[in-house]
């Protein structure tokens, strides 16, 4: 028991050796290693598991399904299959070239049948028992090896009259097959079966072995060297970057706080404040792009995985191209919006009133709908982003559903953000408030000065900004929507008996308020006279009613009370003072 125990130890080095290198060195992670041993079965063999249906390899043309062989990703030849009259072919083309691509791979990676933990396990085993099964050996495959020898293909003439092309290999009496030219090959390419058979067995011959070529041991060894210096060279470059970007940041902050501590603006340093953020934007693209850089350096450096390098590598590019043209969709629609709102603000076939109150609407649907532009813009491009990724688009089903029900969670996770959008857009459909308003919420009185798509700000008269929900604006009141009014109590003694004074003096004040060039501009309507509004103990409330134009009444009410109080004083008109209600003193009691 001990011996087993030391040897275990001594494997254990080699064995997290291997958990690091023969991933790499079998193309990936991947758990079924990208191929199986139903690869190998030649087309005559029926094939389990076959996958139907069109698939993003497939395309269509006239009455054949055309789909691609790709060697090392790169395509090579395209396969045909011939389409029934109810659509569906009778062999998918995209099984086939799923089938040869296995066959292919056996060339010239051929310890693609077995995942890596399997690998690991019979390796393990064959340790431990002295054995040498070699069925999921590295570098190996049934009797194929991974090496730089080039390899030679034949044309085979089948039993059935078809032509199929196979592999001399060392060491085997039968070729090893690789496809079977179809009739419907050589109509869609125009050539007879032999021609053909010719013509991509040279094809495929030059390109397998240049395959094996770069499979080769050695030549991975000498590309990963390469890699490893170009990442040490990406990485001392990416370090200085941010090293920079973060000394932008601190000059970027200090100039903010330079600008807070002046008490006037100061426009060299405000130009020196956007020159330094456009610069740090921009090294933060650079940052990107050099992450990007490295992304795509090392995946090309896995055999087969160039094409896909090359489009992380494009990535960039691509997305810089998406940006600016959702950019220029989203400039033309909010000009757009900004030319039809601005019409519907100067409609002249409206009252006055109306139209003063939809061009006081114009800033705050103007804001809105640019917000909402810009959002989803940013949506929009982040979207054609991410779908454009190579692999996100032929995700699954299931991840799909997955997706759906993560939104499904978010959503009822930020169903407050939610409910809050949805209430400032009914507010502004329906014109509750526009920016300038003045409106009461709650505890909360002041003018508008923001609507947002989730909240409300506004400004208090002690010039404190209060931003307010929208879903949680219940009920307000806006004072300034079409029109102003104010209702102006004067408390009149009870002392006062004769009350037609009242009525005379306050008639009087009201023409010559109506007359008076300067505050009738800020009537829209006659002053009202109203009477006598209530008895109550402290005296008689007389009201008279001002209806001003929007935001006027505060002024007006005012003026109009200043002028009202003068001249009942200048009557002897006497005014409530609360006087008669101080309670009487109690006799003294005398004993």
């Known amino acids: 028991m001990s011996a087993l125990a030391r040897r275990l130890h001594s494997w254990l080095v080699p064995l ?8 790499w060195l079998s193309g990936g992670w991947s758990p079924a290693g990208g191929t199986t041993l139903m690869d190998l079965v030649p087309l005559g063999a029926p094939k389990p598991s076959v996958a139907t249906g069109a698939d993003a390899n497939t395309t269509f043309e006239g009455k054949f399904e055309l789909a691609k062989v790709r060697i090392q990703g790169i395509p090579v030849i395209s396969v045909a299959s011939p389409v029934t009259i109810d659509g569906r072919p009778v062999i998918h083309a995209s099984s086939r070239a799923s089938v040869i691509e296995g066959n292919l791979r056996a060339l010239y990676d051929p310890n693609q049948i077995c995942s890596f933990s399997e690998r690991v396990s019979e390796w393990l085993l064959d340790q431990v028992l002295r054995g040498d099964s070699r069925v999921c050996a590295a570098f190996q495959r049934y009797g194929l090896e991974r090496s730089g020898a080039p390899i030679s293909l034949e044309v085979v003439r089948e039993s059935n009259g078809l032509y199929q092309l196979a592999a001399r290999l060392p060491g085997r009496v039968n070729p090893f097959p690789l496809l079977t030219v179809t009739k419907a090959d050589a109509e869609i390419n125009g050539a007879r079966e032999l021609a053909l058979a010719q013509v991509w067995r040279r094809r495929l011959e030059d390109r397998i072995n240049f395959a094996r070529k770069v499979s080769a041991p050695d030549r991975l060894v000498r590309r990963w060297r390469l890699l490893l210096v170009l990442e040490l060279l990406l990485a001392g470059l990416t370090a200085a970057t941010v090293f920079l970007w973060n000394r932008m940041r601190q000059r970027i902050a200090r100039l903010q706080r330079e600008l807070r501590e002046q008490r006037r603006a100061d426009h060299r340093v405000e130009l020196r404040l956007h020159v330094e953020q456009a610069l740090a934007i921009a090294v933060l693209l650079l940052l990107i792009c050099e992450a990007v850089l ?14 896909l390098g090359i489009e992380l590598l494009l990535q960039p590019s691509y997305a810089v191209g998406k940006f600016l043209v959702v950019t220029a969709v989203t400039l033309l629609l909010r000009a757009l919006t900004t030319f039809l709102l601005s019409q519907w603000a100067l409609d002249v076939d409206v009252a006055q009133h109306e139209l003063a109150r939809r061009q006081q609407r114009y800033r705050s649907l103007v804001r809105v709908c640019h917000r909402l532009i810009n959002v989803l813009g940013v949506l929009a491009v982040g979207l054609w982003i991410l779908l454009d990724i190579p692999g996100v688009r032929s995700t699954s089903v299931s991840l799909v559903l997955a997706g759906g029900a993560l939104l499904g969670a978010l959503a009822l996770v930020f169903q407050g953000l939610l409910r809050d959008f949805t209430a400032g857009l009914v507010m502004l459909l329906e014109d509750r408030y526009a920016i300038g308003d003045w409106i009461e919420v709650d505890d909360h009185e002041g003018e508008v000065i923001d609507v947002g798509l989730f909240s409300t700000q506004v400004r208090c008269l002690d010039q404190r900004v209060h931003i307010l929900n929208n879903a949680l604006i219940q009920q307000l009141r806006n004072h300034t929507k079409l029109r102003s009014g104010s209702l ?6 009870h002392r006062q008996q004769d009350l037609e004074t009242v009525f005379e003096v306050l008639s009087e004040e009201i023409d010559a308020f109506r007359r008076d060039p300067i505050w009738s ?8 006279l109203r009477g006598v509004k209530r008895s109550t103990a402290l005296g008689v409330h007389m009201q008279v009613l001002l209806i001003t134009r929007v935001g006027e009444q505060w002024a007006t009410e005012r003026e109009f009370q200043r002028r009202a109080l003068q001249a009942l004083h200048r009557r002897g008109v006497q005014i409530a003072d609360g006087l008669e209600l101080m309670p009487s003193l109690p006799p003294a009691d005398v004993r």
């Not at 995946?299 to 087969?304: D, L, N, S, T, Y």
Request: proline share 11%.
């Open 488 to 493: 102006v109590t004067l408390l009149i003694s």
């Open 521 to 528: 501009a800020r009537l829209i309507g006659e002053p009202v």
């Open 294 to 307: 490295m992304l795509g350096l090392g995946v090309m450096a896995i055999p087969g995985q160039v094409p």
């Open 16 to 23: 997290l050796l291997s958990a690091l290198l023969l991933p």
